[in-house]
């Protein structure tokens, strides 16, 4: 298949899942709708409408899927893909072929969205060593080194998830819902408490865990940032940051149009992208450090 000009990307996360047309050549999101995952069969008609409104026409062209909360939620989507007559599908995953080299022992455990977030940072800093950040439901903070490798990283409960655990699991302390606006120290009553030893204990997490990639795994030339949580962050954090709000999309879009070039997508309702395996740096790297699947 010819290079694209634009490709929808979806990414489907745990809270949200976002669709977006990528002009590919400039790496922008022209057209985008967002909506909340637990809703995607009652309201993805609306949002697929919205979207075609701002296109002007019915979406007709390939897609790159981003998924972390599991096939069940896939259907909708693909339905909807299938019932417009668009292209080919391709499914970000860690056995396909990906521009960049992978370091985990199974990449097939990989999330979607991880792996999109890191192509997008060795398209886009080749050269350049990245920690990337992204503030979700849970907060993942990922090493791709200056050679195009995914090196691994670190996964810790978001913002929400800590302040649900907070009431679910103990008696006296409230439910509370993340907000924004400032937290100071010390808190002044229970809720300030919980909001400020949530949001400050995580900001120290990302020091650390910054510091020790500095440290350990070759120094740090940038901090890439993204997520729908990441502005309770932002203040709080002492390191430079480029923050990028469309970097899954954006990484999704490169991984679709790379498995495209390849010829691996077919056509035909919901299409889906088998990749070829791992490109040919993933199975070299797994060979010589000796992991296993």
Known sequence: MSDPARILAVDIGNTNTRLAVVDMERLRCEARVSLPTAALGRRLARAWSSLTRQLGHAWRGPSGMSCVAGPLVLRPVLGRLARAGAGPVVHVRGAMDLPLAIAYRRPRALGADRIAA??????????RSCVVVSAGTAVTVDYVTRSGQFAGGAILPGHSLQLLALARDTTALPRVAAAGGRDRLPGRNTVACMTAGVRYGLAGALERIVAEYRREAGGVDLVVTSGGAWPLLAPLVRFAFRHEPDLVL?????????????????PGRGARVRGRGQSSRSRGHRRAA????
């Open 118 to 127: 890191a192509v997008y940072c060795v398209q886009r800093f080749s050269g």
């Open 250 to 266: 954006l990484g999704t879009a490169l991984c679709a149009r790379h498995a495209l070039a390849r010829g691996a997508a077919r």
């Open 290 to 293: 000796g992991h296993r699947a």
